[in-house]
């Protein structure tokens, strides 16, 4: 079947409103390292990474061997009813990981799951339906997570299980604090927390979700110690905290290994996926084991954390912190912002270059400083045309993202800011 025909019946058989990227859309052929070649023969070097789901790149050896040997025991998968190995090992790593005390973990097979399930525990434990969610969120897209995601383009359904109310905080390129000191820009965030909870909700908010790097939302990250200032109000209202490091876990952003550390808090639960499995469907809450545990009904997942899943995911974990991929995201996503932003200084199409470790978002402007999302279209197409794959994002669509997995090394982020120099 020829590229033009896959692309007809794809069209006809999917829904319309399932994005695919480039004029031309690209069909993967095969994949090794951070290069992947499409149907026609083309490689690229990958610097989305899926959507951040190849956390560790393509055709890894210690991965696919693992999966290898779970498929040579012939059970792909059975059911969550029964005892499975590599489920209890990475949920005790996790745990562990996670630094909440007493946490507790529990598999699903997607981030929007992970959240659904979090927004369940907190609504339960509560005995509460309001929850607060910043302004230019994107949580997933089942029908909570739609609900309380704030972001007009991905917020699919204007129905809603819950009670939202969205406060600012996540994107501070056009929000009206902008121009504060990041000191000012917190005080005047937490007013309006606040503000939000004192004037739009009961008190009884049953928990805030955040994440700690806006992903959808163009990779636009709030001044470390908002989210500290956050938790001491949530706290006075006994309002938990659910951080959605769904692009942010793992290590990604450099500095910590979970995106919410930079703010020097704990939080009540995090939710997690993407990264995780290296590519396999796979992600899940971790939480205090009292929140956790708050369910009286049974729930479980047919197919949250199954052998072939989580005995990926746990090569995955093993792999990234053997390799302390962490450093490697500090040290190359410095250089990526550095290098965007002496390419940005005299491009006053670059409104904004921001991130952190290996998560850039370079926000594309017109003369007047609104957003322009066809430039974001021709950097994305012109990438792609000089051998780049990018992302695209941002609450008008003109922000690129970088994201390459976090193997990526200095010459191909020297690649990388070569191409996106000359597109720019
Ligand atoms: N949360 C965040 C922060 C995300 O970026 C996404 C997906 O992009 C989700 C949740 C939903 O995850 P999934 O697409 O695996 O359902």
């Known amino acids: 079947m020829g590229h033009e025909e896959l692309l007809a019946r794809h069209r006809a058989v999917m829904p319309d409103w399932m994005a695919l990227y480039y004029e031309r859309p690209i069909e993967l052929a095969s994949a090794s390292g951070r290069r992947v070649t499409d149907r026609e023969g083309r490689t690229y070097l990958d610097f989305f990474a899926g959507i951040l789901t190849n956390a560790i790149g393509y055709d890894v050896a210690e991965i696919s061997d693992a999966i290898r040997a779970q498929l040579d025991t012939g059970v792909l998968h059975s059911s969550t009813l029964y005892l499975i190995r590599s489920q209890v090992e990475l949920a005790e790593k996790i745990a562990e990981l996670s630094g909440i005390p007493d946490a507790k973990v529990f598999f699903t097979n997607s981030g929007t799951e992970a959240n659904e399930t979090a927004l369940m525990l907190a609504t339960q434990f509560r005995r509460s339906d309001q929850v607060l969610a910043l302004r230019n969120s994107y949580h997933g897209r089942a029908f909570a997570t739609v609900a309380i995601t704030g972001n007009r383009g991905w917020s699919a359904s204007s129905l809603s299980p819950v009670k939202v109310s969205w406060v600012h905080g996540g994107y501070r390129f056009r929000s009206p604090f902008r121009d504060l000191s990041d000191a000012d820009y917190v005080k005047a965030c937490v007013a309006d927390l606040r503000e939000v909870i004192e004037t739009t909700t009961a008190g009884d908010v049953a928990c805030m979700i955040a994440e ?191 994201a390459p997995p976090m193997t990526v090394t200095e010459d191909e982020v020297e690649e990388a800011l070569g191409i996106l120099e000359d597109v720019l």
């Open 212 to 402: 700690p790097i806006q992903g959808v939302g163009g990779f636009s990250s709030p001044p470390d110690g908002l989210f500290a200032a956050f938790k001491e109000v949530l706290d006075e209202y006994g309002i938990l905290f659910v951080s959605d490091e769904v692009q942010t876990g793992w290590g990604r952003t450099g500095e910590h290994f979970w995106g919410i550390q930079a703010h020097g808090v704990t939080p009540d639960a995090m939710t997690f996926a993407k990264g995780l499995g290296n590519g396999l469907a796979i992600g899940g809450v971790v939480a205090r084991g009292d929140l956790m545990d708050c369910l009286t009904a049974h729930s479980l997942s047919t197919f949250g954390g199954n052998p072939i899943a989580t005995t990926g995911a746990l090569a995955t974990l093993d792999y990234l912190l053997d390799h302390d991929l962490q450093a490697n995201a500090a040290k190359l996503g410095d250089r990526l912002i550095g290098g965007l932003r002496s390419v940005a200084a005299d491009r006053p199409a670059v409104g904004d270059v921001r991130g952190k470790g290996l998560m850039v978002g370079v926000e594309l402007v017109g003369a007047d400083g609104a957003p322009d999302p066809a430039k974001a279209v021709a950097v994305l197409e012109g990438a792609r045309e000089r051998g780049l794959l990018v992302g695209k994002g941002g609450l008008y669509g003109n922000v690129i993202r970088l």
